[in-house]
């Protein structure tokens, strides 16, 4: 058991690689194995990986905000084009 718990152990920095990739793409099954045991044990991760959580959603926000809005030019600035153009 012993040699299992040291396969399985990873240090704070790689944990918060995994994390960091787990956000963009899939883990493994051994990497999200390894990620929980850490968190589970390592208070300071457990904080970090909320945090990341916490900005990866307000970060999503903003982008769905932005692909709602639409830019467009108002009568006034369209005008002031034509007769730039002409």
Do not use: P, W
């Not at 396969?7 to 990739?21: E, F, N, R, T, V």
């Not at 963009?24 to 990986?49: G, S």
Request: glycine share 2%; net charge positive.
């Amino acid at each position: 058991m012993n040699f299992l718990m040291k396969m399985a152990m990873i240090s704070c920095k790689q944990a918060a690689l995994l994390g960091s990739k787990g956000s963009f793409n899939a883990l493994n099954f051994i990497e999200r194995i390894k990620l929980k045991m850490h968190v589970k044990i390592c208070t300071t991760c457990q904080d970090y990986a909320e945090d990341s959580k916490l900005i990866d959603e307000a970060i999503e926000k903003i982008l769905q905000q932005r692909e709602k809005q639409q830019l467009s030019l108002t009568d006034e600035q369209k005008a002031r084009i034509l007769e730039v153009l002409k």
